[in-house]
């Protein structure tokens, strides 16, 4: 029944192309992905005629196996699709009915080529449900890697973004932390502070965690590690933005960073320019300003 499946989906398929084809693009056309702009009309159809006749062709070999070596072709064309609208901002259910939506278009022409044969409908039925199936799982399958690996990239970005050490004066380093940090964000904020602190020769880093809204255990230790890399590296660290929420937080839970701290980064930004052997004056105008 398999190779009789076979033949008569193939055979369906090359006799009555051009109408399935046409069927299926105006079963896309009523959906969301041309309405949402992210894709022409034109490369549909392309993209379309594309599967249509590697299908065709893979039924050609022999075969409803959609992860035997015959389908190679079409696999690695609805892969390319799927990675394209994950990269697009397409949703699951735009990209799954890329494929599912051919099995209608598919059974249309099966009832109107085999009717009045009821075992040939049925193989060529069951053929197209196997065969689609397979194919449409594969299709999401790679879609939603595809969208976790934008996801992990554009966090990653953000990571870095969110993370950025300013030079405040020579030596002097600030790393203003917004949000909250984890293990992955802690090792970007280790990345990023230790590169500066190799750029500038710096010899003190400020970690101002006013941005940062809760301070617990965990997040006490990331920033231990934190400052302990920095200190391998030769530099100094003081925390700054310690609110008084946060501090009685960090009391109640018996957490300790066993660094200078200060409550403004402003406070923090004096003591290191103290350690440095500097100090901030104001200038006082000349006398003839003053008249």
Do not use: Y
């Amino acid at each position: 029944m398999t190779m009789d499946g076979a033949g008569v989906l193939e055979r369906t398929l090359a006799e009555d192309e051009v109408t399935i084809l046409d069927a299926w693009i105006a079963s896309l056309r009523d959906g969301t992905s041309l309405r949402s702009g992210r894709i022409r009309e034109a490369e549909l159809r392309t993209q379309a005629k594309t599967v249509l006749g590697l299908l065709r062709e893979a039924l050609a070999g022999g075969g409803l196996d959609a992860d035997a070596e015959g389908f190679a072709s079409i696999r690695e064309t609805l892969a390319d699709i799927s990675r394209s609208r994950a990269i697009q901002g397409f949703t699951p259910t735009d990209t799954a009915n890329f494929v599912f939506s051919l099995k209608e278009r598919v059974f249309e022409a099966l009832v109107k080529t085999h009717g009045t044969d009821a075992q040939g409908l049925a193989a060529g039925t069951w053929a197209a449900s196997k065969v689609l199936d397979r194919l449409g799982l594969q299709t999401m399958e790679v879609f939603l890697a595809s969208r976790e690996e934008v996801i992990g990239r554009q966090g990653q970005e953000i990571a870095e973004l969110s993370t950025p050490v300013v030079r405040l004066w020579d030596g002097i380093l600030a790393l203003p932390l917004i949000g909250t940090l984890d293990s992955a964000r802690t090792g970007v904020v280790m990345e990023n502070l230790l590169q500066a602190i190799v750029d500038e020769e710096a010899e003190i880093a400020i970690i101002d965690i006013t941005g940062v809204p809760t301070v617990d255990t965990l997040v006490a230790q990331h920033l231990l590690k934190t400052v302990a890399a920095a200190r391998l590296m030769g530099a100094d660290c003081i925390v700054s933005g310690i609110r008084p929420q946060i501090a009685q937080t960090m009391v109640h839970l018996g957490v300790e960073l066993n660094v200078v701290s200060k409550a403004t980064l402003a406070d923090a930004f004096a003591v290191a320019l103290r350690r440095t052997g500097r100090k901030v004056v104001r200038q006082q105008a000349p006398a003839e300003e003053r008249r």
